[in-house]
């Protein structure tokens, strides 16, 4: 008498599993960070970007500090969420070492893209040069930008909406575009981000692309 074993139930999943080294490091520094702009506000004028102290005070450290502030909660939250999802399978597939090496160069250049972009004949941008600039989102930009072309078909979920993530980078890019002119979102460094991953992946081969 033949048996059946009992339906597989469809199990579901939310993110990429528990976090890789590296994108654990990250999330971990930008919440000490955070943190102590909480009690310490006048903190972000020394680690966040401003274009004329890194060109006239030679705060070069700037370029590298700023993706570490956010300015609240939900900025962070986003943000350090971002990094999870898509950062731990590139980690995965790359090594540490290659992954953070990418996230610090997409970052470093983001900002420096955001210095360039100040000089700029935009109004928006060139108020930028006097101005702070904070947050993840140029490395994070760039993160995306190496899923979509490791994983291009891979959907995800845009209000509620599966998108390939090739096309979800390609929306992203342009939403930052289109906000180029608003100088409260620093959009030079979103494309920034984009840019120098885009370069940098097309210079340098890594497993899996």
Same mark, same amino acid.
């Given at each position: 008498?033949?048996?059946?074993?009992?339906?597989?139930?469809?199990?579901?999943?939310?993110?990429?599993?528990?976090?890789?080294?590296?994108?654990?490091?990250?999330?971990?520094?930008?919440?000490?960070?955070?943190?102590?702009?909480?009690?310490?506000?006048?903190?972000?004028?020394?680690?966040?970007?401003?274009?004329?102290?890194?060109?006239?005070?030679?705060?070069?450290?700037?370029?590298?500090?700023?993706?570490?502030?956010?300015?609240?909660?939900?900025?962070?939250?986003?943000?350090?969420?971002?990094?999870?999802?898509?950062?731990?399978?590139?980690?995965?597939?790359?090594?540490?070492?290659?992954?953070?090496?990418?996230?610090?160069?997409?970052?470093?250049?983001?900002?420096?893209?955001?210095v360039i972009a100040s000089f700029l004949p935009i109004g928006a941008l060139q108020l930028t040069y006097s101005s702070v600039t904070i947050g &993840?989102?140029?490395? =994070?930009? /760039?993160? +995306?930008?190496? #899923?979509?072309?490791?994983?291009?078909? @891979?959907?995800?979920?845009?209000?509620?909406?599966?998108?390939?993530?090739?096309?979800?980078?390609?929306?992203?890019?342009?939403?930052?575009?289109?906000?180029?002119?608003?100088?409260?979102?620093? &959009?030079?460094?979103? =494309?920034? /981000?984009? +840019?120098?991953? #885009?370069?940098?992946?097309?210079?340098? @081969?890594?497993?899996?692309?």
């Open positions: 008498m033949p048996r059946y074993g009992r339906p597989t139930a469809i199990s579901y999943s939310f993110g990429p599993g528990p976090m890789t080294p590296a994108v654990k490091a990250i999330i971990w520094a930008n919440i000490a960070l955070f943190v102590v702009t909480l009690f310490y506000g006048p903190i972000v004028e020394y680690l966040g970007l401003v274009p004329e102290s890194v060109l006239e005070r030679l705060w070069i450290w700037q370029l590298g500090t700023y993706m570490f502030l956010h300015a609240g909660p939900l900025h962070i939250l986003f943000n350090m969420l971002g990094v999870w999802m898509f950062g731990t399978d590139l980690e995965r597939l790359w090594g540490t070492r290659t992954f953070a090496k990418y996230y610090a160069i997409t970052g470093v250049g983001a900002g420096m893209v955001a &993840a989102s140029g490395a =994070l930009y /760039g993160i +995306l930008l190496a #899923y979509a072309m490791r994983w291009p078909e @891979r959907p995800i979920l845009l209000i509620l909406i599966p998108v390939p993530a090739k096309y979800f980078v390609m929306i992203y890019g342009a939403l930052a575009l289109l906000i180029v002119s608003d100088p409260r979102v620093s &959009a030079a460094a979103h =494309l920034g /981000g984009l +840019l120098v991953g #885009y370069l940098y992946l097309k210079q340098v @081969r890594f497993g899996g692309f």
